[in-house]
Every structure is written in C-alpha cells, then in structure tokens.
C-alpha cells in the first residue's frame, strides 16, 4: 500500500517536472511560488481573519438582535454542512480550472491526504495567470460568499458560521492568491505537493 503511493506521489512529481523542463526548453523563465505547509497554517489565518470579521460585523450589523441565538442553531445540520464543505471546494477547483485547461477535467486530479485528512484538488495542466486566479479564489466565493449572501437575507447564525468557517478553510488559498496577487503574464503550474504554484515568463 505504502509503495503504491510513494509510486504515485512520484508520477505526479514527474509529470510536473517534466512539464517544467518543457517550458525552460521554450526558454520560459521559472519562477517558483510556492509555500510551506507551516507558511500556509502561520500566515493563511492572518490573511483570512479580517475576511471573517467583516462578514461576522456585517452579518450582526444586518440583523441585530434579530439574528438566531448561537444555542439554538441545528448543531448535526450544520456539521454535516460544514464535512460537506470540503468536498465541495475541491470539486469547485477542479471545475474552475477545467474551464480553461484545454485537456478539461482529465487535467484535473482529485485525492485525499491522509497525512492532513482533507481532500485535495491538483491541475496537472499550465493555465494563464488569470485562470489560475479564478480558480483559486473561487471555492471561497462561492461557498463562503454564498453563505454570506444567504445570512444577510436570512437571520439564521447558522449560516454566518459556515460562511466564517469557509472562509477559515481557504485561508491556504488566500493566501496562494495573495503571493500570485502580482502575476498578470506568463504561464501558471499548479505545485503537485507543496500548496503554490510555479509561474514561467519570457
């Protein structure tokens, strides 16, 4: 079992090698994004803490004491809610990104890290800046915006805390789209292993 991933794990690094080597082939400048795992459970919350207070200050600002008493939320409903979360922002991921790669979702790669117990989303293809970006941020977007669209039309607290939390869980993401916040040419390749990417300009 343990050889079966190790063999694994180093298909993907030699399918992103040897996609890298091609671009220097091309003469592409490589420039290398990524972060660490510490980096990411350090800094991530940092660049997500001020997201979950102003969703949480808007969310009270709309209702008041209007909004539902934190004791009285469905706790089972909003675990499953929140578990059904992490699926979800992978797969929003994946479909972001096979918009634009041009091998669609068989350039997407799904798995689970069992070191971290969570999902993960990996596009083996180079994107634009730009479609990388999108596909960043939009988990966060769509879940975590989501629920906070739902709170402001519904004073369910509820729903402000699957927004919170959501925002919470792309915290890696913020802040991979905060370091690629710069990156407007050239091609994106998504790190197989380390949360990042690699970025090749001429």
Sequence with gaps: METRKRRKKNQRYERFDALCQEMQEKNYRKEDK????KET????????????VLVVIGY???WGADATPLWEINFRRFIFLLLLSLPIHELIHGLAWANYAKGRMKSIRFGFNVKELMPYCHCKEALGAKAYKIG?????AILGGGYYFLSLLYPNTELILLAAFNIF???GDLLIFWGARSVRMGLVIDHPELPGFVVFTK
């Design 34 to 37: 990524t972060i660490s795992i």
């Design 41 to 52: 459970d350090s800094q991530g919350m940092l660049v997500a803490l001020p997201f979950i």
């Design 60 to 62: 009270f600002w709309r």
């Design 136 to 140: 960043v941020l939009a988990p966060v």
């Design 169 to 171: 869980m792309s915290a």
